[in-house]
């Protein structure tokens, strides 16, 4: 059974840093591109970073581009965001998804993705 668990949300104060973490299990996780998606309550779910099956190639949201960094370990078989230079607008729910391609599209879209975690939320203070 495929399972994708994220940890590390919490609290950070605006300017400070916070690592996500996912683990999958279940699956192959090395020939699968990974990403992480956020979402605020009344809002859709926005995809935030892609990487593909090698790492190769990343693909980031505008609203994170420069700040937030996605990068994989398929011999663990886990996915992390480092997150620096918070911002009180980055608050929401974090998700780590595992897609059954190779690659990474232009945009990480939500229907590109099979394998969700659960969540974990971050708060960002002022």
């Known amino acids: 059974q495929a399972l994708v668990v994220e940890s590390g949300g919490g609290l950070a104060q605006a300017g400070g840093s916070l690592t996500l973490s996912c683990a999958a299990s279940?699956?192959?996780?090395?020939?699968?591109?990974a990403g992480w998606f956020r979402q605020i309550p009344g809002n859709d779910r926005e995809g935030i970073a892609c990487?593909?099956?090698?790492?190769?190639?990343?693909v980031y949201s505008d609203s994170v581009r420069g700040r937030f960094t996605i990068l994989r370990d398929n011999s663990k078989k886990t996915l992390t965001l480092q997150m620096t230079r918070l911002q009180v607008e980055d608050t929401a729910m974090y998700y780590c998804?595992?897609?059954?391609?190779?690659?990474?599209?232009?945009?990480?879209?939500?229907?590109?993705?099979?394998?969700w975690g659960q969540g974990t939320h971050v708060t960002v203070a002022p």
């Open positions: 990487i593909s099956w090698s790492g190769g190639t990343t």
């Open positions: 279940g699956m192959t996780f090395a020939s699968d591109a």
């Open positions: 998804a595992v897609s059954d391609s190779l690659a990474c599209s232009g945009k990480t879209r939500r229907s590109d993705f099979q394998y």
